[in-house]
Each structure stands twice: as C-alpha cells, then as structure tokens.
C-alpha cells in the first residue's frame, strides 16, 4: 500500500463527516477468522452511492485473496491478513475514476 491510500482514505472520511453522516453512515474495519480483514463502508449519503462497482475476486492462495463488493449502499472489502492496502487501494481507485 502506498501510504498516501489510508490518508486518503482518512480524508474522504473527513470530507463526509458533517455532523450527521458519521452519525448513521459508518464505516468499520474488523478483522475475520480465516485470518484477514472486513472493511464495510456505508455509502449512503455520498457521491459514490449510486456508482457501479465491478466485483473484485482474487484468490492467489489460502492466506492472500480478496473479494470486494459493493451491495445495498455498502462497499465491503474482505481480504486476507496481509491484503488491508490492497483493498484500501480498490476503494481509492473505484471512488477517483
């Protein structure tokens, strides 16, 4: 991950937070059991709810994959333990081109 794609991501969080989006639109990073991580970014409200998103499944091995989808307003990123920049680097370039 180039670092600049979580302070990106940090700043169009910010852009959205007006006092009532962060409130009812979260976003939440957890981790999975496989081991890996679950990203869940609320659309709602956002230039990106209405974006189509082309669903992204790589699976190179038991410990390196990912699946991102974007359904009901939500974009969801799940991924191996060692693929978060990749995901955080998918949701930059979906929501910038």
Same mark, same amino acid.
């Given at each position: 991950?180039?670092?600049?794609?979580?302070? &990106?991501?940090?700043? &169009?969080? !910010?852009?959205?937070?007006?006092?009532?989006?962060?409130? @009812?639109?979260?976003?939440?990073?957890?981790?999975?059991?496989?081991?890996?991580? @679950?990203? %869940? +970014?609320? *659309? !709602?409200?956002?230039? *990106?709810?209405?974006?189509?998103?082309?669903?992204?499944?790589?699976?190179? @091995? #038991?410990?390196?994959?990912?699946?991102? %989808? +974007?359904?009901? @307003? !939500?974009? #969801?990123?799940?991924?191996?333990?060692?693929?978060?920049? #990749? +995901?955080?680097?998918?949701?930059?370039? &979906?929501?910038?081109?």
């Amino acid at each position: 991950m180039k670092e600049d794609d979580f302070l &990106w991501f940090q700043k &169009w969080y !910010q852009i959205h937070c007006d006092g009532d989006w962060e409130h @009812s639109r979260r976003i939440h990073l957890g981790t999975i059991d496989n081991p890996g991580w @679950s990203l %869940t +970014v609320n *659309l !709602q409200d956002t230039e *990106l709810e209405d974006k189509k998103f082309q669903e992204v499944n790589i699976e190179r @091995s #038991e410990k390196d994959w990912i699946f991102c %989808t +974007v359904k009901d @307003s !939500q974009f #969801e990123g799940r991924c191996g333990v060692v693929n978060l920049p #990749e +995901v955080l680097e998918l949701f930059r370039n &979906w929501a910038e081109n």
